[in-house]
């Protein structure tokens, strides 16, 4: 049903026009925001012409829901096409806000492009607008893709000295996810374990089990995975959002098939080891 919101959306705008009642801007920021469902850059290029076709001028709202029509894994070009809105918006005068900035930085996170991703957080500081936990998080996760964990972890150790910004789950999770990418599975307990003694809003949930479970199956350490399924994971109550699934236990069975090979083949755990004193 939520895939066929933005049809429908675009069905009422073009019912309007047959009925010869004018859409205004708003009617068009809200066809944008319903196509950002589906995610499809080309869809959102579309409606925003149609807008300059009838001699509408786009306004930040615009914008941002244009660029969240850019955040798709599979259109490769989202994020050209949502850096190139952001630069066309402040050509045309129009100030870009934390909604747009952060819909930016999430369509260079889904295509992996950290670098882009890295160059919008740190464009909107120099603009004045304080990213909040969502950017950060978007590009920890971005930087994880790219498999560059060291500034991961930098942004994130950011993050936990921010003066006004505080880290969150998601962002703990997006860390964790890029030691399990690099088998930086010492550096995926020590977030795990700190999750644990920052409050409610970091507290570990079956995300961050997953990936600590797989940082530990790709790093070679069997014992710390299942420690992590058999302990951790029976903390299943209605208040706390930390247990169990089909994928933690997967990822445990994981680890265990990665030992049983190692053991089968001495000279690929003496690689391990070298890679992990390394």
């Not at 705008?13 to 080309?42: F, I, K, V, W």
């Not at 096409?81 to 005068?93: H, I, P, Y």
């Not at 964790?176 to 409610?200: K, T």
Request: glycine residues 8%; charged residues 25%; proline residues 3%.
């Amino acid at each position: 049903e939520k895939g066929k919101q933005w049809q429908r959306a675009l069905a009422l705008l073009q019912e309007m026009s047959s009925y010869g009642l004018p859409a205004d801007a708003r009617c068009y920021n809200a066809a944008l925001r319903a196509c950002a469902l589906q995610r499809d850059p080309s869809r959102g290029l579309s409606v925003l012409g149609s807008m300059r076709e009838h001699g509408l001028k786009p306004d930040a709202l615009t914008y941002a829901a244009a660029i969240s029509c850019c955040s798709r894994d599979e259109a490769e070009e989202g994020w050209s096409v949502a850096l190139s809105l952001l630069e066309e918006m402040k050509r045309e005068g129009v100030a870009p806000d934390l909604v747009t900035y952060g819909a930016a930085i999430a369509a260079c996170s889904a295509a992996a492009r950290w670098k882009e991703a890295v160059e919008v957080l740190d464009s909107m500081e120099a603009a004045g607008v304080t990213p909040d936990v969502v950017c950060y998080s978007s590009c920890i996760s971005a930087l994880g893709r790219g498999d560059r964990c060291d500034e991961a972890l930098g942004l994130l150790s950011k993050l936990e000295q921010h003066a006004t910004v505080r880290p969150n789950a998601i962002a703990y999770n997006a860390a964790i996810s890029a030691c399990e990418r690099s088998g930086r599975w010492v550096d995926a307990l020590r977030l795990f374990e700190s999750m644990r003694s920052r409050g409610a809003e970091c507290a570990p949930n079956t995300v961050s089990l997953n990936a600590a479970i797989s940082a530990c199956e790709k790093g070679g350490q069997w014992q710390k995975a299942m420690e992590l399924l058999e302990g951790y994971g029976s903390e299943t109550s209605a208040s706390s959002s930390l247990g169990r699934d089909a994928a933690s236990y997967t990822a445990a069975m994981s680890a265990l098939s990665t030992s049983a090979r190692l053991i089968a083949d001495p000279s690929e755990s003496e690689l391990q080891d070298v890679g992990e004193r390394a």
